[in-house]
């Protein structure tokens, strides 16, 4: 139990495009899911909190115009990167909180980021 | 604000022997979680163990447990009988409770030898 999906793995895009990246919960409803970016050999930053039927909650610093995240439904949130530029490569992670196993995250396989 | 520190960015053990990766936090409440997450070279998170911040029983997952020592705001893991396959980079998380909202230490990369 407690699968997350990211989709898609890889995305390589051209500067100036936008990217869509979508997150499932796949055997739990997910009322809150999470979005991080992840640098080389460093830590997860959280980006921003997605609730199920209202507006994400951003962290300090993350623009939330260029970071559009949309969470649908219990079980799919997608963050849409508008554009994309060189400085926006990165690895993209998302998460989910099962309430049921209490406050417990469970992570998406990630998603690589490359802008051209 | 709460904070998480690990102090040590990486550790090594051999194969069979048991490994101790430290964390230590800063938090002003009562009522959390803490987590540590393994990240291998697949990069997939993947949960090794949780303890919430009441109990006072150390929690433990076959070959890994925890030393939780609150008054010191401390969540050591312990690896015994160290696998090829436990070799990745360890993230010590901590969870206010009831907001999901994960605080990540600087990670801890594990190398073990044959």
């Known amino acids: 139990g407690a699968v997350v999906s990211q989709h898609p793995s890889r995305v390589i895009c051209k500067s100036g495009t936008s990217v869509k990246i979508e997150c499932r919960s796949l055997?739990?409803?997910?009322?809150?899911m999470f979005w991080y970016r992840q640098f080389p050999k460093q830590s997860l930053m959280l980006m921003a909190t997605?609730?199920?039927?209202?507006?994400?909650?951003?962290e300090q610093g993350v623009e939330k115009d260029k970071f559009l995240i949309n969470h649908a439904s219990l079980t799919l949130s997608t963050l849409t990167v508008t554009s994309a530029h060189p400085e926006d490569s990165s690895f993209y992670i998302c998460?989910?909180?099962?309430?049921?196993?209490?406050?417990?995250?469970?992570f998406g396989p990630g998603t690589r980021l490359t802008v051209l | 604000a709460q904070t998480v520190t690990q102090s040590q960015p990486e550790m090594s053990v051999q194969e069979a022997e048991t490994v101790t990766l430290s964390c230590t936090y800063d938090?002003?409440?009562?009522?959390?979680?803490l987590f540590w997450y393994k990240q291998p070279p697949s990069r997939q998170m993947i949960l090794v163990i949780r303890?919430?911040?009441?109990?006072?029983q150390n929690a433990t997952e076959n070959r890994f447990s925890v030393n939780f020592q609150k008054a010191a705001k401390s969540f050591s893991l312990k690896i015994s009988d160290s696998q090829l396959g436990d070799a990745a980079m360890y993230f010590c998380?901590?969870?206010?409770?009831?907001?999901?909202?994960?605080?990540f230490g600087t990670g801890t990369r594990l190398q073990v030898f044959p």
């Open positions: 997605s609730n199920e039927g209202s507006k994400a909650t951003y």
């Open positions: 998460s989910a909180a099962d309430r049921g196993i209490g406050d417990t995250q469970y």
């Open positions: 055997d739990f409803q997910a009322t809150t």
């Open positions: 938090t002003s409440e009562s009522d959390y979680y």
């Open positions: 998380a901590y969870s206010f409770y009831n907001t999901d909202k994960l605080i």
């Open positions: 303890q919430e911040a009441y109990k006072q």
